[in-house]
Every structure is written in C-alpha cells, then in structure tokens.
C-alpha cells in the first residue's frame, strides 16, 4: 500500500490586512495542480465513510477520482447529479463537521479538502461551460409528469427541492418573496465568503432544468397557501426560512444605529450598500461596532462592518472561544482581520444621546455554569461586573426565527412555540394535505446544506406522493 | 418590470402612478402598502396603496418627491416600467360599521386616507373628512375625499383656500360640539399625526394612524421599521401599518425617520448633480 499522504493542501487567500478593505472573495480556491494534488491523497477507501457524512450524498470518492484522473466533466457529472448548488456549497459547508469528519484520513488529522475540491470543480465548470452557455430550456432528462409543484421561497431548500422535482419532470413554479432568487445565499452571506456571481450561475442552473422562478411573491399576501394549493399546483414545498430576526427585547433597543444582522447584512449584500452612492440604499458606517452574539451571521456582521471602514469592531458573546456556534474557519478569518473577541460578555442595556443614537453598551461579565439543555455551558451572570463599551453602532445576530406569515395565514399547518412548521424530518410532510417544508422553517436556524439535505428529502416523497 | 399606465402631476412634486399589477391588484385593501424598487440599483422603498382595481388589474401610488429615489421615480413617464413592485404588505385598515369616522388627512396622506374613507363609507359610517395642506396650489385629491364624505372641512396653513389653519383645529372643534366621533383616522406627516392623537386623546376617541417609517424588506425580516406601541416594539410593515395614535411612541418615530439623513442629503444632492449635467 502506498505511504499516506497526511499533507492537506492549503488553499491561496487574501492577504488578512488587504482583504479586510475590500468586499473581494477571500479564499482564492486551487489551481489544477493543487487540485489534483489534493485529490491523490484520496485513498479511495471501501467504506465511503464522507459519503455518510455529506446530507445530500454526494459520491464524493467518484468525483475526487475523476479529478485526480483530469476528467473534469466527469467530476462535474458525478457532483451535480446529486448537489445542484455545489459552489454554494464548497464555499459555505461546515465539511469539517461533515463529509471531512468522517473521511478515513480524519483519523490521522488529515481529511481530504473535500470542500475545496468541490468548490475547484464546479468553479471550473463555470470558467469552462459558464451560466449563460446552459441550455434555457428544460433538459431533456425525461418524460413530463404533467404534475405541477409550487415551492415557496428560493434559498437552499426550495432551490434543491425544485432542481429535484424538476429532474424528475414536473412543472416547478418557485416563489420568493424578495426580488432576487436565492434567501440567504443573497441577502444573508457575504459577497467576501460567496459570490453573488456564484449564487446567480447555480440559481440559473436550476432555472435551466425548467423552474420557473416567481420574483416579488410575498405567499401569504399576494396568495395564500390554500389559494396556491387550488390553484392546480398537486403539492406545495415550503422552504421560507427562518427570516424573524431576534431580539434581546431591551426598551433600549430601538436607538438608532442598532441593527439587526439581518437588516445589516441584507443592506449590505443584497442591496449593495457597499457601493452607496452607486447604488441607492444607505447603511451606516460605525467607528465602533459591537456586533452581539457567536454564530457565523455574527462573524459575516463583523467582517462587513471592518470592509465598510470601521475602526474597532467587538464580537460580544457571553460564552467563551470553545463555545462559539460558528465555523472555526471564519472565527480565525476574523481574528485575522483584527476583530476583538470580548468572550463572556453580555450586553444589561444600550445607552444613548438626547438624539436617539447609541452611544454605548452597558455589559455584565460572565462566567460558565453547568451545560444547559443546548449542552454547552450556561452563562451566569456576575453580579457588580458592569462596565460600559463606547459604541456608535451595534448589530444584534442572535439568531432568527421562521417568519410567521405562512403559517399564520394557512389552516391546518402545524407550528412549535418557536414558530417553526412540524414536518416529519423522515419525509419532510406537514400535518396538512399535500404541503411539505423544509430547512430552517422546520429546524430553526442551521446550515445550508442541512436545509439543502431536507429539500432533497422532500422532493423525493413528493415524488413517491404524485406516483413517480 | 410593472409598467406604469398612468401619470399624473397632481401638484408640485406630488405624483401619481398607476400601475399594471394585476396580481397586486386582486389582494390590495385600503390601508396596505406595496414595496416599489425602480431598478437594479434601487432602493426598496414603501409606498402606501391609494387605489386599486381589480378588473382592471392596476393598483395606484402618489408618492412626493423627499430624495433621491423619489425624484428619480417622479422622471419616469407612462409606459416606462419599474423593476420591482411588492405587495399587498401589511394589515388592512379596520374598516367596520363604526358609526361616525373623522378622517383626517395632511398632505401627501389625502391619498392614503382616500381608499380607507371609500371603505369606511361603503360599511355604512358616517364620514367627517378634515383635508389640510399647506397651501391651496398643494391640494389635491379633495374631490376624491369629497365623494366618499358626508362632510369636508378643508384647512391650509396660509389660509389661500377653505379654512386657515391646521387640521388639529377644526378637529377639536368637532369633538368639543357634542357630536358623536366614534373614531378618528389621522393620517400625514409624524408631527400632523402625533398632534391628532393628542387632540383626540383627552376626549377617548379611538384614534388610528399609519406609520411609514424606513423599511427594507416589508415583510418582517429586517425589523427597520421598529416602533414602540404601548411600550412593545413592533414592526410596521407587518404588525401595522395601522396603530392606535395614543399608544404610539412618537419621539422614537421620529428619531428613527432620521437615522439616514447625511446619507439621503448626500444621495439627493449627487442625483441632482449627476441629472443637471
């Protein structure tokens, strides 16, 4: 047996202080060579082992060999028959929790980059064949159902649920609220982390298989579920999201300059806020800003308030280092970039001018109880801790909750206190008659690819339901 | 693309749209607003309903020139088309047989007020309308309000037509004659609103207004438009944009109505610099 390669390649980035003042991707991605590079080191073992850890199944020992061999149109056949969006997903998977957890090389403490080298084929096809060079109309990959499906809301969810749906020949029809496809791929992620660029081209694909994509489509408004299930459409696939942005629900939080993450961010990506005056909508720039919370909504916050030109930027998190829900990655990009970590901390109140503009945050030191129901270590509060942090700008990323419009204007539908929709996560079917849901509306918030595994999941009863 | 049918310059810097949205159209109630973004590089900005028809399939805006985006949407002519256009956004007015309703509306809210007084007179109230601008060449649309009241009280400021004054006097007036108000629909500027409510509030007359503050989305997923009701935060695009003008937070309202002002001087001025050239 050949000597194991336990040297993982590294992928080229953007230097931390250059790539800190611009919107600019940041990880560069392999050239051929360190791409194929990468893939020998894949031992092709027997077990399949990151097969069982990817949600969506990608045969990902298939396609690495097929890089490995130089048949780049292989590696993109193999990848996309089960993944429609992987530059999505080579760029924002946790693979380290995944697919490169349960690679037999993790063992040694060396997986293959498995996301890397997805992100390195389906860039590759989009150099070569590029978006705009797929066939407009559906592909001819089998006979018409006759059957038709509405999906509401177009993120990872409802886009892999309808590219499946329309594979199998049935008529999609997507509706998103927002006036481009892609949830929070668009309005969520960072152009620096993903690429709107890359977003369109993999929603355009999933468009080429014959969806057809309805913009500016609030359901629950413009139509109701009941009225879209009248309407002709056999089942209906709810794939809305968790778009409710939570806050502390301080009376003090409605100063201005304090944002919410998802107010901040949409105004930064999917508005371009960025490009003011360019482009028409406005965002704040602070010279202090404390962005509140330890998931990577809080990383992407901070990262785009330091580009915006910001002096000081402050992650406020009452747990410590080993406790932050983000991906370890974009904490060290961030560290790299100069945020201050201020770890058990928690804001007690914000403070303001006689103009209604924050100018400070009240906090309390923390420290680490007993694990909670969440399994990590409960905050306490230390009482007499109070200390003041000068800001002129905070951004609250606490987390976010399914919006409740649908189910508030739906029979029948089956929510939690949490607002979330109840679905069986073996099939993704709702209590109600011919309705699905998927993604962070069942779960709350997660992952992309999570939400993609559960669109895939449902597409596929879906199916089984309409007789395929 | 939604493609504007009709224009009209109702007065100076007052515009009228009506749209092509038929789908938009079916949905529409008095009292709910749409979404509109002129372009790709557009802002979102609301923009309340002030009529719709659903045979025809068309839905209307007047919207005033403040800024940047309203003056570029005021450019366009009939025929153009605009990019975006979201909606029916928010709860429709309240519109029951209440008894007597005082509408009261300032400005650019004439054309807000106008679809909520209609309904309100179709469910079989009677309709007081009290109409205040500025001055009588920023008036319109009192025609419109006329048809749909049993009586009109207009007021400008320089007193060049009907009563001098503001919409707060005649209103007090109205609730000091002994005459039944069952309820009072103040809809205008924050300060015009903020004034009726106080009117109104020593004398319990159930007043609601419609706020409009800045917002992105208008479906509830940024919480821009956040205003304080009876001590709650809530969101205006979907938790109003009706709310009881007593319980309002009005200093908040007005604080948050101003947390762009650089910018939108900045914007403003750079379109007037780019459109003059």
């Given at each position: 047996?050949?000597?194991?390669?336990?040297?993982?390649?590294?992928?080229?980035?953007q230097?931390?202080?250059k790539?800190?003042?611009?919107?600019?991707e940041?990880?560069?991605?392999?050239?051929?060579?360190?791409?194929?590079?990468?893939?020998?080191?894949c031992?092709?073992c027997?077990?399949?082992?990151?097969?069982e850890g990817?949600?969506?199944g990608?045969?990902i020992?298939?396609?690495i060999k097929?890089?490995?061999?130089?048949?780049?149109?292989?590696?993109?056949?193999?990848?996309?028959?089960?993944?429609?969006?992987p530059?999505?997903?080579?760029r924002?998977?946790p693979?380290?929790?995944q697919?490169?957890?349960?690679?037999?090389?993790?063992?040694?403490?060396?997986?293959?980059?498995?996301?890397?080298?997805?992100r390195?084929?389906?860039?590759?096809?989009?150099?070569?064949?590029?978006?705009?060079?797929?066939?407009?109309?559906?592909?001819?990959?089998?006979?018409s159902t006759?059957?038709?499906?509405?999906?509401?809301?177009s993120?990872?969810?409802?886009?892999?649920?309808?590219?499946?749906?329309?594979?199998?020949?049935?008529?999609?029809?997507?509706?998103?609220?927002?006036?481009?496809?892609?949830?929070?791929?668009?309005?969520?992620?960072?152009?620096?982390?993903l690429p709107?660029?890359?977003?369109?081209?993999?929603v355009?694909?999933?468009?080429?298989?014959g969806?057809?994509?309805?913009?500016?489509?609030v359901?629950g408004?413009l139509?109701?579920?009941?009225?879209i299930?009248?309407?002709?459409?056999?089942?209906?696939?709810?794939?809305?999201?968790?778009?409710?942005?939570?806050?502390?629900?301080?009376?003090?939080?409605?100063?201005?300059?304090?944002?919410?993450?998802?107010e901040?961010?949409?105004?930064?990506?999917?508005?371009?806020a960025y490009?003011?005056?360019?482009?028409?909508?406005?965002v704040?720039?602070g010279?202090?800003v404390?962005?509140?919370?330890?998931?990577?909504?809080a990383?992407?916050?901070?990262?785009?308030?330091?580009?915006?030109?910001?002096?000081?930027?402050?992650?406020?998190?009452?747990?410590?280092?080993?406790?932050?829900?983000a991906r370890?990655?974009?904490?060290?990009?961030?560290?790299?970039?100069g945020?201050?970590?201020?770890?058990l901390?928690?804001?007690?109140?914000?403070?303001?001018?006689?103009?209604?503009?924050?100018?400070?945050?009240?906090c309390?030191?923390?420290?680490?109880?007993?694990?909670?129901e969440s399994?990590?270590?409960?905050?306490?509060?230390?009482?007499?801790?109070?200390?003041?942090i000068?800001?002129d700008?905070?951004?609250?990323?606490?987390?976010?909750?399914?919006?409740?419009?649908?189910?508030?204007?739906?029979?029948g539908?089956e929510?939690?206190?949490?607002?979330?929709?109840?679905?069986d996560?073996?099939?993704?079917?709702?209590?109600?008659?011919?309705?699905?849901?998927?993604?962070?509306?069942v779960?709350?918030?997660?992952?992309?690819?999570?939400?993609?595994?559960?669109?895939?999941?449902a597409?596929?009863?879906?199916?089984?339901?309409?007789?395929? | 693309?939604?493609?504007?049918l009709?224009?009209?310059?109702?007065v100076?810097?007052?515009?009228?749209?009506?749209?092509?949205?038929?789908?938009?159209?079916?949905?529409?109630r008095a009292?709910?607003?749409?979404?509109?973004?002129?372009?790709?590089?557009?802002e979102?900005?609301?923009?309340?309903?002030?009529?719709?028809?659903?045979?025809e399939?068309?839905?209307?805006?007047v919207?005033?020139?403040?800024g940047?985006?309203?003056?570029?949407?005021?450019?366009?002519?009939?025929g153009?088309?605009?990019?975006?256009?979201?909606?029916?956004?928010?709860?429709?007015?309240e519109i029951?047989?209440?008894?007597?309703?005082?509408?009261?509306?300032?400005?650019?809210g004439?054309a807000?007020?106008?679809?909520?007084?209609?309904?309100?007179?179709?469910?079989?109230?009677?309709?007081?309308?009290?109409?205040?601008t500025?001055?009588?060449?920023?008036?319109?649309?009192?025609?419109?309000?006329?048809?749909?009241?049993?009586?009109?009280?207009?007021?400008?400021?320089?007193?060049?037509?009907?009563?001098?004054?503001?919409?707060t006097?005649?209103l007090?007036?109205l609730?000091?004659?002994?005459?039944k108000?069952?309820?009072v629909?103040?809809?205008?500027?924050?300060?015009?609103?903020?004034f009726?409510?106080?009117?109104?509030?020593?004398?319990?007359?159930?007043?609601?207004?419609?706020?409009?503050?800045?917002?992105?989305?208008?479906?509830?997923?940024?919480?821009?438009?956040?205003v304080?009701?009876?001590g709650e935060?809530?969101?205006?695009?979907?938790?109003?944009?009706?709310?009881?003008?007593?319980?309002?937070?009005?200093?908040?309202?007005?604080?948050?109505?101003?947390?762009?002002?650089g910018?939108?001087k900045?914007?403003?001025?750079?379109?007037?610099k780019?459109?003059s050239?």
């Amino acid at each position: 047996m050949a000597k194991l390669n336990l040297n993982r390649v590294a992928m080229p980035r953007q230097a931390p202080k250059k790539r800190a003042k611009n919107f600019n991707e940041v990880a560069l991605g392999y050239s051929l060579e360190q791409a194929q590079e990468e893939a020998s080191r894949c031992i092709q073992c027997p077990k399949r082992n990151c097969v069982e850890g990817c949600p969506v199944g990608v045969d990902i020992p298939d396609f690495i060999k097929a890089i490995r061999e130089g048949d780049m149109p292989e590696a993109v056949k193999v990848l996309k028959s089960k993944n429609a969006l992987p530059g999505i997903c080579g760029r924002v998977c946790p693979q380290e929790s995944q697919c490169e957890a349960t690679c037999t090389l993790a063992k040694k403490e060396a997986p293959i980059a498995i996301g890397r080298l997805e992100r390195f084929v389906a860039d590759w096809e989009r150099g070569n064949t590029g978006a705009a060079k797929l066939p407009k109309s559906p592909k001819p990959t089998g006979k018409s159902t006759g059957k038709k499906i509405a999906v509401v809301g177009s993120g990872p969810a409802g886009l892999t649920a309808a590219a499946d749906l329309a594979k199998l020949g049935h008529s999609v029809t997507i509706f998103e609220a927002l006036h481009v496809a892609g949830g929070v791929l668009m309005y969520g992620i960072p152009e620096f982390r993903l690429p709107k660029e890359i977003v369109q081209s993999e929603v355009d694909y999933v468009a080429s298989l014959g969806v057809k994509i309805e913009l500016d489509s609030v359901v629950g408004k413009l139509a109701t579920l009941d009225e879209i299930l009248a309407d002709g459409y056999n089942a209906v696939f709810l794939g809305t999201g968790a778009g409710l942005p939570m806050f502390l629900g301080y009376p003090s939080e409605n100063l201005n300059g304090i944002y919410s993450a998802n107010e901040f961010l949409t105004r930064v990506n999917l508005m371009k806020a960025y490009l003011f005056p360019d482009y028409d909508t406005p965002v704040k720039v602070g010279k202090q800003v404390a962005v509140i919370g330890g998931g990577n909504v809080a990383m992407d916050s901070a990262r785009c308030a330091l580009r915006l030109g910001a002096d000081k930027v402050y992650i406020v998190y009452r747990r410590s280092d080993v406790e932050l829900p983000a991906r370890r990655e974009e904490v060290e990009n961030a560290m790299e970039e100069g945020i201050e970590f201020k770890f058990l901390t928690n804001p007690k109140q914000f403070l303001g001018d006689e103009q209604n503009w924050v100018v400070g945050m009240e906090c309390h030191r923390m420290e680490l109880g007993e694990p909670d129901e969440s399994g990590r270590r409960r905050p306490i509060v230390k009482e007499g801790s109070e200390f003041v942090i000068d800001v002129d700008e905070v951004i609250v990323a606490l987390g976010t909750r399914p919006n409740p419009l649908i189910a508030s204007t739906t029979e029948g539908l089956e929510t939690t206190r949490w607002g979330t929709v109840v679905a069986d996560e073996a099939t993704g079917k709702t209590v109600k008659d011919r309705v699905w849901a998927g993604g962070d509306i069942v779960t709350g918030s997660a992952t992309v690819i999570s939400a993609m595994g559960a669109g895939k999941v449902a597409a596929a009863d879906i199916n089984k339901f309409l007789g395929g | 693309m939604y493609k504007i049918l009709l224009k009209q310059d109702l007065v100076t810097q007052i515009h009228l749209f009506r749209m092509a949205a038929p789908a938009v159209a079916r949905k529409a109630r008095a009292g709910q607003f749409v979404v509109v973004r002129i372009d790709e590089k557009g802002e979102r900005i609301p923009l309340t309903i002030a009529d719709y028809d659903e045979k025809e399939g068309t839905v209307t805006i007047v919207f005033m020139e403040v800024g940047a985006t309203t003056a570029r949407l005021a450019l366009l002519k009939e025929g153009d088309a605009i990019a975006d256009f979201v909606g029916p956004l928010g709860v429709p007015a309240e519109i029951e047989k209440f008894g007597t309703v005082a509408c009261v509306a300032g400005g650019v809210g004439a054309a807000v007020v106008a679809p909520i007084a209609r309904a309100l007179k179709k469910a079989g109230n009677k309709i007081i309308t009290i109409l205040g601008t500025r001055s009588k060449e920023l008036l319109f649309w009192d025609d419109v309000l006329k048809a749909s009241s049993d009586e009109m009280i207009v007021t400008t400021d320089d007193g060049s037509y009907g009563r001098k004054g503001v919409v707060t006097e005649p209103l007090k007036e109205l609730l000091e004659s002994g005459q039944k108000i069952d309820r009072v629909v103040a809809i205008g500027p924050v300060v015009m609103m903020k004034f009726c409510a106080l009117t109104t509030l020593p004398f319990g007359v159930k007043t609601i207004v419609s706020l409009n503050p800045i917002m992105v989305d208008g479906t509830g997923m940024c919480g821009c438009c956040r205003v304080a009701v009876d001590g709650e935060t809530k969101f205006a695009c979907v938790d109003g944009p009706d709310f009881d003008g007593h319980k309002v937070d009005w200093d908040l309202m007005a604080a948050r109505q101003r947390i762009y002002l650089g910018e939108e001087k900045c914007a403003y001025e750079e379109w007037q610099k780019s459109h003059s050239s």
